[in-house]
């Protein structure tokens, strides 16, 4: 029961400590954790992810008179598919860190298949 955060007696239950916002730890896992091990292990894949997109943005993509690499969604969706099947959610993230450019907030399949993406 020390362990058990639903037990209703006081005495037993150890209560986790609460962080408030303003401090640093807040909405972090226990430093040296395995929860802290797996978010890094997570950002390391998905930095490698993006990576990849961008080298496939460049060896299908065009270059542009702005000297920009672009291609469309259509074409990258067919290249990319067969690597990752994550490639909007990866799209979203390299525009998040600067790397790509694209008009809207989401891209669909068929619908957006002519829009422009552009490597920065």
């Not at 896992?29 to 929860?35: A, D, F, L």
């Amino acid at each position: 029961q020390r362990k058990n955060p639903f037990s209703n007696d006081d005495r037993l239950a150890s209560k986790p400590v609460h962080t408030h916002r303003g401090d640093p730890t807040y909405g972090r896992p226990p430093e040296g954790s395995q929860t802290e091990q797996r978010g890094k292990d997570a950002h390391s894949h998905v930095g490698k992810e993006v990576e990849e997109l961008c080298l496939i943005i460049r060896s299908t993509g065009e270059l542009g008179k702005d000297g920009h690499v672009s291609v469309t969604f259509g074409q990258l969706f067919e290249t990319y598919v067969t690597i990752s099947n994550k490639v909007v959610g990866i799209l979203l993230r390299a525009r998040k860190h600067g790397l790509v450019h694209f008009e809207g907030e989401m891209l669909w399949q068929g619908k957006d298949d002519d829009v422009i993406i552009t490597l920065l």
